[in-house]
T-cell receptor
Framework: NAGVTQTPKFQVLKTGQSMTLQCAQDMNHEYMSWYRQDPGMGLRLIHYSVGAGITDQGEVPNGYNVSRSTTEDFPLRLLSAAPSQTSVYFC????????????FGPGTRLTVL | ELKVEQNPLFLSMQEGKNYTIYCNYSTTSDRLYWYRQDPGKSLESLFVLLSNGAVKQEGRLMASLDTKARLSTLHITAAVHDLSATYFCAVGRSGGGADGLTFGKGTHLIIQP
């Protein structure tokens, strides 16, 4: 199993550009989520999904969209990038959200100029 | 609003010593998670604590949960350099984890020879 994979590993955007961060898992996990990590902060939840076709907002959803058309994939879209979105983005998955270990992907380091 | 506070945020200690990291949270929860993060890397799950009084041990690390006090501890016994990392605790946003986790800011641990 590849586990949780994320692409790209690094990305530089200009203000106003849009892009999609990809996340995929091959463990047949129902639960997937996106977090951002900023220096000196913990991780903050952006969006999460409890299964295909079901998504909901986390703590910091503004400026981001998600969809979950398959169990395996959970892409995160930046609609119009802003410097405040410069961060490291982590995708996570688990079999169930409440009791199981959550497995994190390797992260995407995004810089918005 | 759920708040998760860790202390200390920074800890420098010598090999062979014992120390404890504390994690307090503000709302009722019987599920708490501990993660480790090495510089530039993703998060690695250490412990999932699922009930009051839960205690788990792995090598030199031991974690416990007191849901009545809303407190978890991560105890390090006879520290070794390889344990240098940032340690995060996290709590399910709704008491469980199905709608995502709220993280503490992390404890940056440096273990010196």
């Amino acid at each position: 199993n590849a586990g949780v994979t994320q692409t790209p590993k690094f990305q530089v955007l200009k203000t106003g550009q849009s892009m999609t961060l990809q996340c995929a898992q091959d463990m047949n996990h129902e639960y997937m989520s996106w977090y951002r990590q900023d220096p000196g902060m913990g991780l903050r939840l952006i969006h999460y999904s409890v299964g295909a076709g079901i998504t909901d907002q986390g703590e910091v959803p503004n400026g981001y969209n998600v969809s979950r058309s398959t169990t395996e994939d959970f892409p995160l879209r930046l609609l119009s990038a802003a410097p405040s979105q410069t961060s490291v983005y982590f995708c996570a998955s688990s079999y169930s959200g409440s009791t199981d270990t959550q497995y994190f992907g390797p992260g995407t380091r995004l810089t918005v100029l | 609003e759920l708040k998760v506070e860790q202390n200390p945020l920074f800890l420098s200690m010598q090999e062979g010593k014992n120390y404890t990291i504390y994690c307090n949270y503000s709302t009722t929860s019987d599920r708490l998670y501990w993660y480790r993060q090495d510089p530039g890397k993703s998060l690695e799950s250490l412990f999932v604590l699922l009930s009051n009084g839960a205690v788990k041990q792995e090598g030199r690390l031991m974690a416990s949960l007191d849901t009545k006090a809303r407190l978890s501890t991560l105890h390090i016994t006879a520290a070794v350099h390889d344990l240098s990392a940032t340690y995060f605790c996290a709590v399910g946003r709704s008491g469980g984890g199905a709608d995502g986790l709220t993280f503490g800011k992390g404890t940056h641990l440096i273990i010196q020879p």
